[in-house]
């Protein structure tokens, strides 16, 4: 069975500045998926950013980015020019590449980030 | 993008009732759809898988006769906990799965479920 690991529980970053949340993960597929879903205080889960397994360039969405290292099974999420809005629960998830009971999440413990000014 | 709502937001019932929760694909067909529970300050963790059309497929350590999911069209799922008790109060999310693109699940807003 896949597993997801966040070893950071809370973390903290001033406006303006750049934070890093780890994620790492277990698995003997080759072909997957990876995701950060960002849990703001409304508790509505918000896709952030996506990762294909086969896909070596790192994915970014405007401010934000990854560092996707297959061969250590490693995932970040590095937030840049932060802003109060991104203040909220960030989970790493898991899903495997098939279709059916295979394409269920698994998440990671999730870290809390606190913005401050 | 792809919408999923949830009725009711929040409720609040008596232990020993019942109560039923839907899960809506507002603009797409979803024939997968997934339900979490969260505790608070904790991650999601899945139910279970519902399927149109079939059975749903429940994780280990859930009850299958006290979290009833139906899944009866591309784009509803309902989950009924049955004879509620103090201790199935939580947070529970769906999600539902576009076919389209990159099987994409998409989360509805949640439901809080009070029992007292």
């Known amino acids: 069975a896949q597993t997801v690991t966040q070893s950071q529980p809370e973390m903290s970053v001033q406006e303006a500045e750049t934070v890093t949340l780890s994620c790492t993960y277990d698995?003997?597929?080759?072909?997957?998926?990876l995701f950060w879903y960002k849990q703001p205080p409304s508790r509505q889960m918000i896709l952030v950013i996506r990762q294909e397994a086969y896909k070596q360039q790192n994915a970014t969405e405007n401010r934000f980015s990854v560092n996707f290292q297959k061969a250590a099974k490693s995932f970040s999420l590095k937030i840049s020019d932060s802003q109060l809005g991104d203040a909220a629960m960030y989970f790493c998830?898991?899903?495997?590449?098939?279709?059916?009971?295979?394409?269920?999440?698994?998440f990671g413990t999730g870290t809390r980030l606190q913005v401050t000014l | 993008g792809a919408v999923v709502s949830q009725h009711p937001s929040w409720v609040i019932c008596k232990s020993g009732t019942s109560v039923k929760i839907e899960c809506r694909s507002l603009d797409f067909q979803a024939t997968t759809m997934f339900w979490y529970r969260q505790f608070p300050k904790q991650s999601l963790m899945l139910m279970a898988t519902s399927n149109e059309g079939s059975k749903a497929t429940y994780e280990q350590g859930v009850e299958k006769d006290k979290f009833l999911i139906n899944h009866a069209s591309l784009t509803l799922s309902t989950l009924t906990v049955t004879s509620a008790h103090p201790e199935d109060s939580s947070f529970y999310i769906c999600s539902a799965r576009d076919v389209a693109g990159y099987n994409e699940q998409f989360f509805g807003p949640g439901t809080r479920l009070t029992v007292l």
């Open positions: 698995t003997s597929e080759s072909d997957y998926y």
């Open positions: 998830a898991y899903r495997s590449a098939g279709t059916g009971t295979a394409s269920k999440l698994t």
